[in-house]
C-alpha cells in the first residue's frame, strides 16, 4: 500500500472501530508458533559470510589453528548470529508465505499490513547465549507472541508494538539461547520526520554531456579526475575542448590524490531548496595538483572553516546512479594520537565495510586480550566511527539473512514511509559485538545483549560507537563486565545497550 | 580595444516606472512606459527611434517593444549577454551604433518583474539536466547547493576579506550609504529607510558572509535611457550627458558570476580592463571623477571595483570606506540615488540614469560641481563601465 492510500483514502477510524481492530489483536498474545527447524547446521561458510560483513576478525570465529588452540577445540559461531541460523531465508515469489504459515508474529503482522500499518522497524533485542555454538549444530526456534502495544504516536508514525519472544534450541532440545525482540508495525506517512525526509527531493545532478560525462562517471567510481593535456600537461578545470594552456586537442585526465585546502567558503542560509540541509557549506578546493574546484565541506563545524586548512576528498551516494564528490578536514596526526591509547588494539580504527579493505584491517588488529586485573568500572571504550555505506546495508542484510526489502530496495523503503534503505537490527548486534570483541580480546564469553534502537542507519550516515564499563563482578577467578553502548549518527541516537561479557579466565597468566 | 568616438555621442532622455515590489501589470507595460516616458524627457518622437539595444534577462524582445511604441523601422538592434554586467555595455552599443551610422536614436532599457513574478534570486536549481555548454557550467557548482547569486558572491567574498583584512562591518559601510542615500530618494523602494551598521550586523545571514542587508532586493520596474549623436543632442531640451567612453570587459578564464578558477579571485579583471579602456580613452583619472555610481548587486564586490579603477591601492578599499569617502561629504559621493541596494535592483540601469541627472544638475542628491561620473556594471560576470561627462 502506498503512501498516499494510507494516508488521505482510508476513512478515519472511530474509537469503537479502533478497539475492536485492537482487540482482535491482541486476542493472539500468548500464542506460539511451532518449532522451526532451521534449513540448514550452523556451517562455517555462513559464518565467514558473516564476518566478513561485519568486519568482525575475531580468530575464534574464522581461524582454524587459532581456534583448535582455544578452549573450544574448535570454531565456533559468533553469539551475535544467534538469530541467523533460523532465519526464513529467500523465498522469490512469496517471500513472507514461509513466515505466514507458522509463526504468531506473522499472523499479526499480516492483520496489521491489512488495516495499513505497512511499515515495520525493529526497536528491541534482547539475546541471551546460554551456550556456544559450533558448526554442525542445527538450531531450532520457537517463538511466542508476548505483548502487542495499544495505537501509538511515535516519530516515524502511528503503530503498534509487536513483542516476541523465541527460545532456540540445539537437535537435542537444550536451550542455546533466547530473544526477545520488538518491532514498530506502523503507518508509513504518518509521522513527522518522515513525511520531510520523503519530501525531500535529491540533489540537482550535474548538467553534463560528452565533454564532460568522464567526470561525473569517474565521481560514480569514487575517482577525482581533472582534465590534463596530453602536450604540455596543463591541468584545468572546469574541463574544456581545448587545453586552456597550449591549445592542444589532446586531453586526457588523471586521478587527483583527493588532497587539497580551503581556498574559499560560502555557508549558504537562505533560500532554503528541500534538497539540502542547512547551513550548507560550499568549498572553494584547491587540489594539491593545483587546481580549485566547489564542493562541500563536511564534518567540520561553520565556526572552524580557516582558509588554507588541509582537506580530503570522500564520497556521497546522492542515489543509485550518482556519487558526488565531498571534502572534509584531513586531521593531523598529533590530533589523532591525543585520543587515550590503551594496551588494546583498534584504537579509533574506522570500520569500514569496503571488502577491499577488510584484509589490512583485519591484519592490523592484533590478537589482544584485557587484563582482567586492570580493568575497571568506567573504562571507557575507544570510540569507532562505522561509515554506513548502501553495500554495508545490504551485504550485512544477506549475510543475516535477511532478505526484507526495506534493507536493500530504495524504492520499497520509501514507499514503507522511510527515505531510504536501512540497517536491520541483526547488523546493529552484529557491529557492536564486532567492536566489544576488539577491544576484549577473542576469548571472551558472551552473556548476554540488549539493544534500543531510535534512528535508523541510512546510506551515507556515519554511526560512531562509544561505551563504558559499568559493571564488573568477579565470580572466583571468572570476571563478568557489563558493557553499556551507544551508537548514534549525525540525527541521533541509532542504537544503545548493554552487553555482559565474561573475561577468560586465564587470561591473568597470558 | 580603443575606441575613437569618445564624446561623439549623449545620453538625451531618461525615463522610468515606480520602483516597487509588485507592479501590477506586465513587464511589457513596464518597458513601454519607462520608454515613453525617456522619449518625452529627450523631447524626441518615438517615429525617431531606430534602434534598440538590451540585455539579456530581458523578455521584452526589441521587436515587441518597437511594435507598441509604433517604432516603424528599427536598422540597428542587439541583445548584450550576461545581464547586469551588460547595463553599460548597452550604452557604449548603442553609441557605437550611433557612430558608426548604422542608428540616429536608439533606446536602451530594462523592465520586469523580478520580484512579483520569477524571483530573480531564488536560485537555479530547476535549471539543469541541459546539455548545452551554459546548462554544463551550473553542473560545477549547482549539486552542491550553490545556486543563488548571493552563494556565488560570497565564495568571493570569503577570499576578499581573508586576502585584505576587510570585515563585513566595511561591507555594511557600503549597504549604509546607500540606503542613506534612498532615504532622501522619493523615488527609492527604501525612502525614508536608512539603516544604521549595528542593523547591518544584527541582519540574518543569507549565504555567510553576506547578511541580508549586503543583498540588494528584487524589485519590479523598468528603465529607459535614450542616446543619440552629441550633435542631435545639443538641439534637444536637456543638457546633453556627454558619454565620455564607455567599455565592456571579460577576460582570462572567465566564466558567468563563477569565476573561481583564476590565479586571484579577490580582483575583478573584467572590471580592471573596463577601467583600463575608460581612463585611456577619456585621459581622465580617478581624480577627475566627482560622483560614481558603483554596482552593488552585493556589497563586497563594491569594494574590489574601487581598486581596480584605482580610487585605494589594492586591499585598501576598507580603509576608502572607513574615511567616509563614498559619503556625501567624501572624495567619491557614490550611489547617489541608493544604488542597486537602496533604490532599485534594475540591474545597473537606473545607476546609469542618476549619473544623467548628477550631469544635469537634478539629482535629489546633487553633488556640486560634477564634471564626470563613472558607472559601473554588474560584477563576477563579463562588465562594463562608462563615464559620462558635460558638454562644454
Not at chain 1, 514507499?415 to 567492536?435: C, E, H, Q, Y
Not at chain 2, 521587436?63 to 538592434?77: G, K, M, T, W, Y
Not at chain 2, 542628491?365 to 563579463?382: D, F, H, I, K, R
Request: glycine share 8%; charged share 20%; hydrophobic share 35%.
Amino acid at each position: 500500500m502506498n503512501r498516499d492510500l494510507s494516508q488521505t483514502n482510508e476513512p478515519a477510524k472511530s474509537d469503537s472501530e479502533r478497539n475492536d481492530f485492537y482487540n482482535s489483536l491482541i486476542s493472539e498474545v500468548g500464542s506460539a508458533g511451532k518449532i522451526e527447524v532451521a534449513r540448514d547446521s550452523v556451517s562455517e561458510p555462513v559464518i565467514r559470510s558473516w564476518c566478513d560483513a561485519m568486519s568482525e576478525s575475531n580468530p575464534l570465529y574464522i581461524n582454524q589453528d587459532f581456534a583448535n588452540d582455544s578452549k573450544h577445540g574448535r570454531i565456533i559461531a559468533p553469539p551475535a548470529m544467534l538469530q541467523v541460523w533460523t532465519m526464513s531465508g529467500l523465498h522469490l515469489g512469496n517471500q513472507f508465505q514461509r513466515n505466514t504459515e507458522d509463526s504468531p508474529s506473522a499472523g499479526v503482522y499480516q492483520l496489521l499490513d491489512e488495516a495499513g500499518f505497512t511499515g515495520v522497524v525493529a526497536t528491541n533485542a534482547t539475546y541471551h547465549y546460554d551456550e556456544v555454538i559450533k558448526p554442525g549444530d542445527l538450531i531450532s526456534a520457537s517463538q511466542k507472541l508476548l505483548d502487542i502495544s495499544e495505537e501509538k504516536t511515535t516519530a516515524i508514525g502511528v503503530g503498534h508494538f509487536v513483542t516476541t519472544e523465541t527460545i532456540y534450541s540445539d537437535a537435542s532440545g537444550k536451550q542455546v539461547g533466547s530473544m526477545e525482540f520488538r518491532v514498530l508495525k506502523f503507518k508509513p506517512g504518518t509521522g513527522k520526520k518522515n513525511e520531510q525526509a520523503e519530501q525531500k527531493p535529491p540533489r540537482p545532478k550535474p548538467a553534463s554531456n560528452s565533454s564532460t560525462d568522464w567526470f561525473w562517471d569517474a565521481c560514480n567510481n569514487k575517482e577525482l579526475r581533472i582534465q590534463s593535456c596530453n602536450d604540455c600537461k596543463n591541468l584545468q578545470h572546469p574541463p574544456a575542448v581545448r587545453c586552456l594552456s597550449c591549445g592542444s586537442v589532446l586531453l586526457d585526465s588523471i586521478t587527483t590524490s583527493g588532497k587539497g585546502s580551503l581556498h574559499s567558503w560560502a555557508i549558504a542560509h537562505y533560500p532554503q531548496v528541500p534538497a539540502f540541509d542547512y547551513p550548507l557549506i560550499v568549498g572553494l578546493v584547491e587540489l594539491e595538483e593545483g587546481v580549485r574546484l566547489v564542493s562541500n565541506i563536511t564534518d567540520v563545524e561553520p565556526e572552524e572553516l580557516e582558509i588554507g586548512m588541509p582537506l580530503e576528498v570522500h564520497w556521497l551516494d546522492v542515489d543509485n546512479e550518482f556519487t558526488l564528490h565531498q571534502f572534509k578536514p584531513i586531521h593531523d596526526e598529533k590530533q589523532e594520537s591525543e585520543i587515550e591509547n590503551t594496551e588494546t588494539n583498534n584504537n579509533n580504527q574506522t570500520f569500514n565495510g569496503d571488502q577491499n579493505n577488510s584484509e589490512t584491517k583485519s591484519e592490523q588488529r592484533h590478537v589482544s586480550k584485557l587484563d582482567p586485573e586492570t580493568v575497571q568500572i568506567g573504562d571507557e571504550l575507544p570510540n569507532s566511527p562505522v561509515p554506513i555505506t548502501t553495500l554495508l546495508i545490504v551485504s550485512t542484510a544477506l549475510a543475516t539473512r535477511d532478505y526484507q526489502d526495506v534493507h536493500h530496495d530504495p524504492k520499497a523503503a520509501q514507499s514503507k514511509g522511510m527515505p531510504d534503505i536501512f540497517m536491520n537490527i541483526l547488523t546493529s548486534a552484529g557491529i557492536v559485538s564486532r567492536w566489544i570483541n576488539d577491544w576484549a580480546g577473542p576469548e571472551i564469553d558472551w552473556n548476554s545483549i540488549d539493544l534500543r534502537l531510535g534512528t535508523p542507519n541510512h546510506p551515507d550516515d556515519t554511526m560512531t560507537l562509544s561505551g563504558s564499563v559499568t559493571e564488573k563482578t568477579e565470580h572466583g577467578n571468572q570476571i563478568s563486565l557489563v558493557i553499556s553502548f551507544l551508537g548514534k549518527n549525525d540525527r541521533g541516537v541509532h542504537v544503545s545497550g548493554n552487553a555482559k561479557i565474561l573475561l577468560p579466565e586465564n587470561s591473568k597468566e597470558a | 580595444m580603443s575606441t575613437n568616438f569618445s564624446s561623439e555621442t549623449a545620453i538625451v532622455g531618461i525615463g522610468a516606472t515606480e520602483f516597487s515590489k509588485n507592479s501590477g501589470r506586465t513587464p511589457m507595460e513596464l518597458a513601454v512606459e519607462a520608454c515613453e516616458a525617456a522619449l518625452e524627457d529627450a523631447g524626441v518622437a518615438a517615429s525617431n527611434v531606430d534602434g534598440i539595444v538590451t540585455f539579456s534577462s530581458e523578455q521584452n524582445f526589441e521587436i515587441e517593444v518597437a511594435r507598441n511604441l509604433r517604432i516603424p523601422s528599427l536598422s540597428h538592434f542587439s541583445m548584450i549577454p550576461h545581464g547586469g554586467g551588460a547595463a553599460c555595455g548597452t550604452i557604449g552599443q548603442a553609441a557605437s551604433a550611433i557612430f558608426s551610422g548604422s542608428a540616429n536614436y536608439v533606446l536602451c532599457y530594462r523592465a520586469f518583474n523580478e520580484r512579483s513574478w520569477h524571483r530573480f534570486g531564488s536560485g537555479v536549481q530547476d535549471k539543469h539536466g541541459g546539455a548545452e555548454a551554459f546548462d554544463v557550467t551550473f553542473g560545477w557548482t549547482s549539486p552542491f547547493g550553490l545556486l543563488t547569486p548571493a552563494s556565488w558572491v560570497a565564495m568571493f567574498a570569503t577570499r576578499y576579506m581573508h586576502l585584505s583584512g576587510a570585515t563585513s562591518e566595511d561591507f555594511g559601510r557600503v549597504a549604509v550609504t546607500d540606503r542613506g542615500f534612498a532615504a532622501t530618494n522619493p523615488a527609492a523602494f527604501f525612502y525614508e529607510r536608512p539603516i544604521t551598521l549595528e542593523e547591518h550586523q544584527e541582519s540574518r545571514w543569507i549565504v555567510e558572509p553576506l547578511h541580508l542587508l549586503d543583498c540588494c532586493q528584487e524589485s519590479d520596474g523598468g528603465q529607459a535611457i535614450l542616446v543619440t549623436s552629441l550633435e542631435r543632442a545639443r538641439d534637444l531640451p536637456n543638457p546633453p550627458a556627454v558619454i565620455a567612453s564607455a567599455a565592456q570587459g571579460a577576460t582570462d578564464d572567465q566564466q558567468a558570476m563563477r569565476s573561481y578558477y583564476r590565479d586571484d579571485i579577490s580582483r575583478i579583471p573584467e572590471m580592471k580592463l573596463c577601467a583600463d579602456q575608460l581612463w585611456k580613452n577619456t585621459g581622465l583619472g580617478p581624480s577627475d571623477i566627482q560622483v560614481a555610481n558603483i554596482y552593488d548587486h552585493f556589497t563586497p564586490l563594491f569594494l574590489p571595483q574601487l581598486e581596480e579603477f584605482g580610487f585605494c591601492e589594492k586591499g585598501e578599499a576598507k580603509e576608502f570606506l572607513r574615511d567616509g569617502n563614498i559619503e556625501m561629504d567624501g572624495l567619491l559621493p557614490t550611489n547617489t540615488n541608493g544604488g542597486q541596494l537602496g533604490e532599485a535592483y534594475i540591474h545597473g540601469m537606473n545607476g546609469i540614469a542618476e549619473a544623467v541627472r548628477q550631469i544635469r544638475g537634478t539629482s535629489v542628491n546633487q553633488v556640486e560641481n560634477v564634471e564626470n561620473a563613472l558607472v559601473t556594471a554588474g560584477t563576477s560576470v563579463p562588465t562594463s563601465a562608462l563615464i559620462l561627462s558635460q558638454d562644454h
